[in-house]
C-alpha cells in the first residue's frame, strides 16, 4: 500500500503492478495477492489521503466580512486541493467503475458545499445561481484546471480563484432575498 501511496503522489496517476512490486521491493505476485479485490484496494488508499489532508479543511468563522471569509475559504481550499490532486486525479480515472470512487467523490462535493454554505450564511439571500457559480469556482475541477491545463503556479492559481470569487461577493452582499427557489441540497 505505501509503494502505491508513494507512486501516485509522486504523480503517476496509474502505476502498473511491476512498478508497485519495484518499489516495495515484493514480487509481481505479492502485489496481485494483495491488490485482489480494487475497492478494498481503493478504500485503503482513500483513508490514508483523508488522514493526510484532513487538516487543511476547517469551518471557516462566519463572522467578519464575506470577503475575509472568501479569502480564507481560497486559501484553505488551495492547502486542499494541493495535498489531494494527484490522488483525486487518479481517482477520478478510476471513478467510473468503481462503486466506492463514486461515493467518494459525492461525499467529497457534498463536503465542500455544506462548507461553503456554513462559512457564507448569507447565500441563502442569493439566487441559487449564485452559490452554484461558487461551488463551480471553488471546485477540484476548477483547480485542477488552472494549475494542470493553463499551467499556472499556486499562487497564480489562488489570485485567479480569489478574484473570481470576490467578484461574485459583491452580488452576494447585495443580494436581495430570493423568494421560493427551492434550493437542492
Known sequence: MRALFELIGEGNPQPTAQQVAERAEVGLRSVFRHFADMETLYAELGGRVQTEAHPYMRDVPTDGDVEARLAKIVEQRADFYEVIAHY????????????????????????????????????????????????????????????????????????????????LAVVVTRAPAAKGRGRRK
Do not use: C, Y
Not at 448569507?122 to 494549475?147: G, N, T, V
Open 88 to 167: 483525486k486525479r487518479a481517482g477520478n480515472l478510476a471513478r467510473r467503475r468503481s462503486n466506492f470512487l463514486q461515493r467518494q467523490h459525492g461525499r467529497l462535493v457534498r463536503d465542500l458545499r455544506e462548507r461553503l454554505q456554513r462559512a457564507l450564511p448569507e447565500l441563502e439571500r442569493a439566487p441559487e445561481s449564485m452559490l452554484e457559480a461558487l461551488d463551480m469556482i471553488l471546485s477540484f475541477d476548477a483547480w485542477d484546471r488552472l494549475r494542470t491545463d493553463q499551467r499556472l503556479s499556486r499562487e497564480r492559481a489562488s489570485a485567479a480563484v480569489e478574484v473570481a470569487v470576490l467578484a
